[in-house]
């Protein structure tokens, strides 16, 4: 049977848990084990969300999760004096620098795996010092056969450098992007890294997707829109809605409105 393992930031709300619970349930009746290690989160509380899926064991890292809560929310002494060490040590050595410290210094079951599999990528726009994410780090020290790293959004907007492709994505056997763009665009920074770079589109619950639509019709006739984004035009690039709505009208559709998740409805 293969042995998975799959580091995450966390389980909270977002796109890239929601793609990979969708992962999870398209791995299911497989003759696949896996291991879901999270840098932050409740355990017990991840276990209750995967009860149903194939996920084996959950790891929650200790030296990262003390970043779950604020200083405010730490509920014993030691977490919030960590939490101040750890911030002051970000501030002067760099975010970066923090955890990879945190993530080496960590005591790792005793497994290993065919797969290692690094979901959530990490973010360098201001650089190091300015750095959030960690799964590349943490993957690289679990022990596997093949190790696979996910871009989920574009490469540039992530702040990912020529360097950053040496030094942290080089030593991945596979780098996967989400769309051709990104693949494209990942390609043109690291050239270097082109035959290892992939494109695997996230999964969709489509049969969910479909009896979701049909408990509840907003309106009647017409050829509706619904995007559920945050506004963030920089990464979810809404702009491009109404030039996809204009597209739409002109080959025949009428258009009630745009109805954004936020509640706003843009009239066309």
Same mark, same amino acid.
């Given at each position: 049977?293969?042995?998975?393992?799959?580091?995450?930031?966390?389980?909270?709300?977002?796109?890239? /848990?929601?793609?990979?619970?969708?992962?999870?349930?398209?791995?299911?009746?497989?003759?696949?084990?896996?291991?879901?290690?999270?840098?932050?989160?409740? /355990?017990?509380?991840?276990?209750?969300?995967?009860?149903?899926?194939?996920?084996?064991?959950? !790891?929650?890292?200790?030296? *990262?999760?003390?970043?779950?809560?604020?200083?405010?929310?730490?509920?014993?002494?030691?977490?919030?004096?960590?939490?101040?060490?750890?911030?002051?040590?970000?501030?002067? !050595?760099?975010?970066?620098? *923090?955890?990879?410290?945190?993530?080496?210094?960590?005591?790792?079951?005793?497994?290993?795996?065919?797969?290692?599999?690094?979901?959530?990528?990490?973010?360098?726009?201001?650089? /190091?010092?300015?750095?959030?994410?960690?799964?590349?780090?943490?993957?690289?020290? @679990?022990?596997?056969?093949?190790?696979?790293?996910?871009?989920? %959004?574009? $490469?540039?907007?992530?702040?990912? *450098?020529?360097?950053?492709?040496?030094?942290?994505?080089?030593?991945?056997?596979?780098?996967?992007?989400? %769309?051709?763009?990104?693949?494209? @665009? !990942?390609?043109? @920074?690291?050239?270097?890294?082109?035959?290892?770079?992939?494109?695997?589109?996230?999964?969709?619950? %489509?049969?969910?997707?479909?009896?979701?639509?049909?408990? !509840?019709? $907003?309106?009647?006739?017409?050829?509706?829109?619904?995007?559920?984004?945050?506004?963030?035009?920089?990464?979810?690039?809404?702009?491009?809605? *109404?030039?996809?709505?204009?597209?739409?009208?002109?080959?025949?559709?009428?258009?009630?409105? @745009?109805?954004?998740?936020?509640?706003?409805?843009?009239?066309?």
């Amino acid at each position: 049977m293969m042995q998975i393992a799959i580091v995450n930031m966390h389980l909270k709300m977002g796109g890239i /848990k929601k793609s990979l619970e969708n992962l999870l349930d398209g791995l299911n009746d497989t003759p696949i084990q896996i291991d879901l290690y999270l840098l932050r989160g409740d /355990k017990e509380e991840v276990l209750r969300i995967q009860r149903n899926r194939c996920v084996r064991n959950v !790891f929650v890292i200790g030296k *990262t999760n003390i970043y779950y809560h604020t200083l405010g929310e730490q509920k014993i002494v030691l977490g919030r004096l960590l939490e101040l060490v750890y911030g002051m040590s970000s501030r002067l !050595f760099g975010r970066y620098w *923090t955890l990879s410290h945190l993530v080496k210094a960590e005591q790792l079951a005793d497994k290993k795996y065919d797969v290692v599999i690094s979901y959530s990528n990490g973010i360098w726009t201001y650089g /190091k010092r300015g750095f959030t994410g960690g799964c590349e780090l943490l993957a690289k020290r @679990i022990s596997g056969g093949a190790k696979v790293a996910w871009i989920h %959004s574009n $490469p540039k907007n992530l702040g990912i *450098t020529k360097k950053v492709g040496e030094e942290i994505y080089s030593s991945f056997d596979k780098i996967v992007n989400v %769309s051709f763009g990104c693949k494209e @665009i !990942f390609d043109g @920074i690291c050239p270097e890294l082109i035959g290892k770079s992939v494109v695997v589109y996230n999964l969709t619950g %489509s049969s969910e997707i479909l009896k979701l639509k049909e408990e !509840f019709i $907003p309106y009647d006739g017409g050829f509706n829109i619904l995007t559920v984004a945050r506004l963030d035009n920089k990464s979810k690039r809404l702009d491009c809605i *109404t030039e996809c709505c204009r597209r739409l009208k002109n080959v025949g559709c009428y258009l009630n409105g @745009i109805l954004l998740a936020m509640g706003m409805i843009c009239p066309y």
